[in-house]
């Protein structure tokens, strides 16, 4: 079976950076995702990690460790638009095609 | 530049309606997905396509059919709608298997059934 925990809400400031963290339990993992989610509106692709280590895109990274099952997305100087959920998902090596998310984490800026 | 469409963003039916919620692709994606996101329980798998006239069921299929008769479209159908399925309704389309990269979401379809 695949089991994915992230928190379910957090809150920072705008400006500051926040660490969103995953933590993922499946036999036969290939690769993890993050997708951002505004209210209302579809997943949109954020970032894909294969390899362990860290991925810089902008003002968002993201972090895979396969040994521990872990991830993080890291989102520096944060702006009111960064108000939206985030997805943490993860595919199979034998079924790379087909990705299971977790809930989401809600994440709310205070201006 | 868009590239999954959904049909209707936002939909009222009534208790025991038949209703189709269309999806489709231009992106020639071999895989396509039907979800349902509610509050609390994030997004949950109804229903998935890896070709053309094949479907497989996902983790909460009852009360949901699919059809599948070209490779752009993929269609979920609520035989008889009820309450409890009123609910976000996301299509997903992907590449094949080993080529995954993840899954490229339509605009969603608010149902409320009455």
């Known amino acids: 079976g695949q089991n994915i925990d992230q928190p379910t809400e957090m809150t920072a400031t705008e400006g500051a950076i926040v660490q969103i963290n995953c933590t993922y339990q499946?036999?036969?993992?290939?690769?993890l995702f993050w997708y951002q989610q505004h209210a209302g509106e579809a997943p949109t692709f954020l970032s894909y990690?294969?390899?362990?280590g860290l991925e810089e895109k902008g003002r968002f990274s993201s972090f895979l460790s396969r040994s521990k099952g872990y991830s993080y997305l890291l989102l520096k100087e944060l702006q009111m638009k960064d108000s939206a959920s985030y997805l943490c998902?993860?595919?199979?090596?034998?079924?790379?095609?087909?990705?299971?998310f977790g809930k989401g984490t809600r994440l709310h800026i205070l201006p | 530049d868009v590239k999954v469409t959904q049909s209707s963003r936002y939909l009222v039916k009534r208790t025991g309606e038949k209703v189709f919620l269309e999806c489709v692709q231009d992106?020639?994606?071999?895989?396509m997905f039907w979800y349902r996101q509610d509050p609390g329980l994030g997004l949950r798998l109804i229903y998935f396509?890896?070709?053309?006239?094949?479907?497989e069921k996902g983790d909460i299929p009852e009360g949901y059919s699919v059809s599948r008769e070209k490779k752009e479209r993929f269609s979920l159908i609520l035989e008889s709608a009820s309450t409890n399925q009123t609910s976000m309704y996301l299509c997903?389309?992907?590449?094949?298997?080993?080529?995954?990269?993840?899954?490229?979401f339509g605009s969603g379809t608010r149902l409320t059934v009455v």
């Open positions: 998902a993860v595919s199979h090596r034998n079924r790379d095609d087909k990705i299971i």
């Open positions: 997903a389309s992907s590449l094949p298997l080993g080529q995954g990269r993840g899954y490229t």
């Open positions: 990690n294969v390899l362990d």
């Open positions: 396509s890896y070709d053309v006239k094949m479907k």
């Open positions: 499946t036999s036969g993992f290939n690769g």
């Open positions: 992106m020639d994606h071999e895989n």
